[in-house]
Every structure is written in C-alpha cells, then in structure tokens.
C-alpha cells in the first residue's frame, strides 16, 4: 500500500471515529431537561457508589451552579459557586476554584447517555476522562 493511501486510509478512519462519538451524545433539546433545576450525582476519578467520592452539584434555572466535595450531601452548603450555560450540544461551566487543579473548574462537555440512570460527560477538551452522573430528580 502506498504511503498516500494509507494516510487517507487513517484520516478517513479518525473522521469516522469522531462522527460516531458525536451522533451517540444528546442534542441541547435533550440536555435541557436533564440540566435545568437539577442536582447531579457526579464523580471526577472514581465510582458514583462509593460516596466519599460523589459530590452534589445544583444547576440552577438562572444559571448559577452550587458545587460541592465529594462525601458532601445534596442540600448542603455549597464549597463553590459558578455559573452553567448550554452552548449549542455542550454543557459548560465555570466555577470559582473547584477543579482547578484537575482541569475541571472552567469545562465545556457533550453527554452521552450510559447504563440505566447514568451519564457521561465528555470533556470536549479531552484534559478531563470521562465523568460519570446521574440527576437526583
């Protein structure tokens, strides 16, 4: 095979790839509802079924966000403001200083729906894995 073909071969390959991740991932229409005045169950680095690592976090109608730690209950004070929007088929928000360190304080993601109430988030920067959760109500 020449050296051409293959690299169309694997271009063509990569935008197949990147098409297929899109199209499995909720349109704003889909987001809206699972977003506005909702309290997730969200996990950055480990399991939603071991509770020191699941935070609450509240997305607020208005825009604002209520971020709180891992092991925090929902209804607690919250350890961070910021505020959310959706941008087109994203998800994005900015807090104040949680995830600062880890690349999630400011972070825009698609969402794809996962096993039976869980979701993911996918970082559309790629710095952040895949963050599992799941809205409460």
């Known amino acids: 095979m020449a050296t051409g073909t293959f690299a169309v071969l694997v271009l063509a390959s990569a935008s197949l790839s990147a ?4 199209t499995d991932t909720l349109t704003a229409e889909q987001l809206k509802p699972l977003v506005r005045d909702k309290t997730w169950a969200i996990t950055f680095g480990g399991e939603l079924k071991d509770p020191a690592r699941t935070a609450y976090w509240d997305f607020k109608a208005d825009g604002s966000l209520c971020g709180r730690h891992g092991g925090n209950k929902a209804g607690t004070k919250c350890a961070d403001t ?14 104040q200083w949680i995830g600062e360190a880890y690349g999630y ?16 988030l996918i970082d559309q920067s790629g710095r952040v894995p895949s963050v599992p959760f799941y809205p409460l109500n």
Do not use: F, H, N, P
């Open 82 to 95: 910021g505020q959310w929007q959706l941008q087109g088929d994203a998800i994005c928000w900015q807090l």
């Open 19 to 22: 098409a297929a991740q899109t």
């Open 105 to 120: 304080k400011s972070m825009c993601s698609r969402v794809r729906k996962a096993d039976g109430k869980t979701y993911e």
